[in-house]
């Protein structure tokens, strides 16, 4: 059997990886360069290229190398959507019972949108299909405005396999909602549709995103804000 050569570039960069996660997904450049045996500018190096594919990033005023959105992403693929379901589930309920409106769950799946739960609403009158199972690109919703917002590299990677998918409006949304802290969609979506989504984190890391939809005529944009915060203190609780 012929002996299988490395790439160094490659092995040096889950070492890191490793590393990282063995501190309890955070640590600092010096950790990293004495575990590795690196030097530090080497080891800084790969976590820059780390951090602009998403794989790790640093948060404001922490030192430390975090492990990024794409790799939390990787390990939940590799995991049980089953178990998030279940965990936020109580929290999709509660917003549903207080708006009667379409609540959902989604993740971030590549470049693309995955719903793993909806709950419809009770009223005859319906503002689309139920959308578990399906996946959608990233900017064509305001769950997946929430994912380009809050996930460092993530809009790198969906411009790579979509060049023209980032405008200048989609952008500039891109940045309200990271500051203002959620995602409102106004009819973009659906004609007659308006949506308002948040994050969820776990460990500091935006990992899922709550939606909720409704006919515009009922949904104004100061009740979709109203909403939101209220969406946000039912998912603190999962």
């Not at 030097?39 to 790790?56: C, M, P, Q, S």
């Not at 917003?95 to 409106?101: I, L, N, S, Y």
């Amino acid at each position: 059997m012929s002996e299988v050569r490395l790439i160094q570039s490659i092995e040096r960069a889950t070492a890191i990886l490793e590393i990282i996660a063995q501190e309890g997904g955070a640590a600092r450049l010096q950790h990293i360069a004495e575990h590795t045996k690196l030097g530090k500018t080497t080891a800084h190096n790969l976590l820059k290229t780390l951090d602009e594919l998403g794989y790790v990033h640093r948060r404001a005023g922490d030192t430390r190398y975090h492990l990024g959105g794409r790799i939390l992403n990787l390990a939940r693929i590799a995991g049980d959507d089953g178990a998030l379901r279940s965990r936020l589930r109580p929290a999709l309920e509660a917003v549903a019972r207080r708006t009667g409106e379409m609540v959902y769950l989604a993740v971030p799946s590549g470049d693309e949108v995955y719903y793993l739960d909806a709950i419809e609403p009770s009223h005859a009158v319906k503002a689309g299909a139920c959308p578990i199972g399906i996946r959608e690109p990233l900017e064509g919703s305001a769950v997946g405005l929430v994912f380009l917002a809050f996930m460092p590299g993530l809009g790198k990677r969906v411009l790579a396999s979509r060049a023209d998918a980032l405008g200048p409006q989609i952008l500039s949304e891109i940045k309200t909602v990271a500051t203002r802290g959620f995602a409102l969609d106004l009819e973009n979506y659906q004609p007659g549709l308006h949506c308002v989504a948040i994050p969820w984190r776990e460990g500091g890391e935006v990992r899922a995103s709550v939606g909720l939809s409704g006919p515009s005529a009922r949904l104004s944009p100061q009740a979709l804000t109203d909403m939101a915060w209220m969406m946000m203190r039912e998912v603190e609780r999962a």
